[in-house]
């Protein structure tokens, strides 16, 4: 199974805040790799795919980049609504795994 | 418009079995990969299993042999038939689709359905 690593599993921010994530694959996923956010209550929401490419309705201040084994979840600009959970996920290859999860919080 | 509503959660005691239905429209099951993938309360996001097109499944480790992942062309749906029941399988569980023609995405999901396993 390819393991997924995400850091940092938690991360206060302010509104404004650009903010980070990172995603280690256990081996070369090429860019099958996947951004989901998800709030309290509710379904996850597909923010990235291949990698880098923004699902529609997605804002722009939401980016993705990288291929291989690493890659990065970058938010530009925190609003309000963007304090969430978010999780990488590698489609390469059954079984699709998940990374644990970032906590993202207010300050 | 896509929907995908999931039902048949509830409380099932250690042992027993459960099947989960996730009805779709907007979208043949028929024609795209499903999947489900369960989250334990307060914990993370965990694929469970999928069907392909044209009728191969898969799945993980943890309910091989217990889950059976199936479709119902007719009726559009999805099914996750669960037996063997754990308490480590108490979660809620969403169906989602598939996209195969942008590397394997999960882009559609339902709501989710919740499956309690306790005595």
């Known amino acids: 199974d390819i393991q997924m690593t995400q850091s940092p599993s938690s991360l206060s921010a302010s509104v404004g805040d650009r903010v980070t994530i990172t995603c280690r694959a256990g081996?070369?996923?090429?860019?099958?790799l996947n951004w989901y956010q998800q709030k309290p209550g509710e379904a996850p929401k597909l923010l990235i795919y291949a990698a880098s490419s923004l699902q529609s309705g997605v804002p722009s201040r939401f980016s993705g980049s990288g291929s291989g084994t690493e890659f990065t979840l970058t938010i530009g600009s925190l609003q309000p609504e963007d304090f969430a959970a978010y999780y990488c996920?590698?489609?390469?290859?059954?079984?699709?795994?998940f990374g644990q999860g970032t906590k993202l919080e207010i300050k | 418009e896509v929907q995908l509503v999931e039902s048949g959660g509830g409380l099932v005691q250690p042992g027993g079995s459960l099947r989960l239905s996730c009805a779709v429209s907007g979208l043949s099951v028929r024609d795209n990969y499903m999947s489900w993938v369960r989250q334990a309360p307060g914990k993370g996001l965990v694929w469970v299993s999928v069907i392909y097109s044209g009728g191969s499944t898969y799945y993980a480790d943890s309910v091989k042999g217990r889950f059976t992942i199936s479709r119902d062309n007719s009726k559009n749906t999805l099914y996750l038939q669960m037996s063997s029941l754990r308490a480590e399988d108490t979660a809620v569980y969403y169906c989602?689709?598939?996209?195969?023609?942008?590397?394997?995405?999960?882009?559609?999901w339902g709501q989710g359905t919740l499956v309690t396993v306790s005595s």
């Open positions: 081996q070369s996923i090429s860019k099958y």
């Open positions: 989602a689709r598939v996209d195969y023609s942008r590397l394997h995405t999960f882009d559609y």
């Open positions: 996920q590698q489609s390469y290859t059954t079984p699709y795994t």
